[in-house]
């Protein structure tokens, strides 16, 4: 069974550039989740989707972030334009269950520099 | 707001015994997940904790006390390949399923 998948690994760009960044979930599981971890800082969870629906996206830092999910498949997340505190490395988790207990599967992660 | 500690680093050294401590002060409790990540890789699950006690899984056991807002984890026999970021995080009863990271202890297996 292949993992989450996540595109680019590394993307680096200039202050005001448009990034996306995609995830690929494992098969078959409905809910999806986008955190980001910003240097000496602790991962942060951005959002959550289940299907095509965001359950939860009180972590999204403003509105130059947008999170997609058409077709309950795979997510892209969008930033535009980019500031140089979005630099980071981007993770999207998956789980089949709903709920606390649920284990989320990590992707590698994204790694985004802003210049 | 919500404060999970953990030790930033440790060593020890192949075949000892290391005890990672989390602490967390938090506002609702609803599970305590504890993720092993080596660098550039993905965070992998180790284990969940959601009533006190002890919970073993091969050479790895996770411990949890809600009174206290403490965690451990224990890994026993160490190997070089347990050279890693270890994560402690907790999910919040408001918070649903959005998982709350401490900020992770770097452990480095020396032989």
């Known amino acids: 069974e292949a993992g989450v998948t996540q595109f680019p690994s590394h993307s680096v760009i200039e202050k005001g550039q448009t990034v996306t960044l995609r995830c690929d979930p494992i098969s078959g599981h409905d809910n999806l989740y986008w955190y980001r971890r910003v240097m000496g800082k602790e991962i942060k969870f951005l959002l959550h989707?289940?299907?095509?629906?965001?359950?939860?996206e009180s972590g999204m830092p403003n509105n130059r972030f947008l999170a997609e999910r058409t077709g309950g498949t795979y997510s892209t997340l969008k930033v535009q334009p980019a500031e140089l505190e979005d630099s980071g490395v981007y993770f999207c988790?998956?789980?089949?269950?709903f709920g606390s207990g649920a284990e989320q599967y990590f992707g590698p992660g994204t790694r985004l520099t802003v210049t | 707001g919500q404060n999970i500690d953990q030790p930033t680093e440790m060593t020890a050294t192949e075949g000892a015994i290391v005890q990672i401590n989390c602490t967390y002060q938090t506002s609702g409790f609803n599970g305590l997940f504890w993720y092993q990540q080596h660098a550039g890789e993905a965070p992998t699950f180790l284990s969940y904790n959601v009533l006190d006690g002890l919970e073993e899984k091969g050479r790895f056991s996770s411990f949890l006390s809600r009174s206290k807002g403490y965690s451990y984890l224990l890994l026993k026999e160490l190997q070089m390949k347990d050279s890693a970021s270890y994560l402690c995080?907790?999910?919040?009863?408001?918070?649903?399923?959005?998982?709350?990271f401490g900020k992770g202890t770097t452990l480095s297996v020396s032989s």
């Open positions: 988790a998956s789980s089949q269950e």
């Open positions: 989707f289940v299907k095509e629906s965001k359950q939860d």
């Open positions: 995080a907790v999910i919040l009863r408001q918070a649903g399923t959005a998982l709350i």
